[in-house]
């Protein structure tokens, strides 16, 4: 099952111990999105679902990640899984 997640996910959870359990699907689905960049609509055109439900499986992947914002998701990727700009 691994081999289906998003790479920047698979080196959290080999780092720093980061249980992929505790995220659903559509939160790690989310999170390759914010990863790349993209914003609530973007998220929500790409999956298929409302903006607003964007806005809450990215609200509950930050929770769960401990951090505040997208930029600090950003940051954290960058700094502590050393993730090379696109």
């Known amino acids: 099952m691994e081999s289906t997640i998003c790479p920047s996910v698979?080196?959290?959870?080999?780092?720093?111990?980061?249980?992929?359990?505790?995220?659903?699907?559509?939160?790690?689905?989310?999170?390759?999105?914010?990863?790349?960049?993209?914003?609530?609509?973007?998220?929500?055109?790409?999956?298929?679902?409302?903006?607003?439900?964007?806005?809450?499986?990215?609200?509950n992947l930050l929770n769960k990640l401990g951090l505040a914002n997208r930029r600090d998701l950003l940051a954290y990727a960058l700094s502590q899984l050393r993730l090379p700009l696109l």
């Open 10 to 59: 698979q080196a959290m959870r080999r780092k720093f111990g980061f249980r992929i359990e505790d995220l659903t699907a559509r939160e790690l689905e989310v999170l390759h999105l914010m990863l790349e960049g993209k914003g609530n609509k973007e998220i929500s055109a790409a999956t298929g679902i409302s903006g607003r439900t964007a806005q809450f499986h990215a609200s």
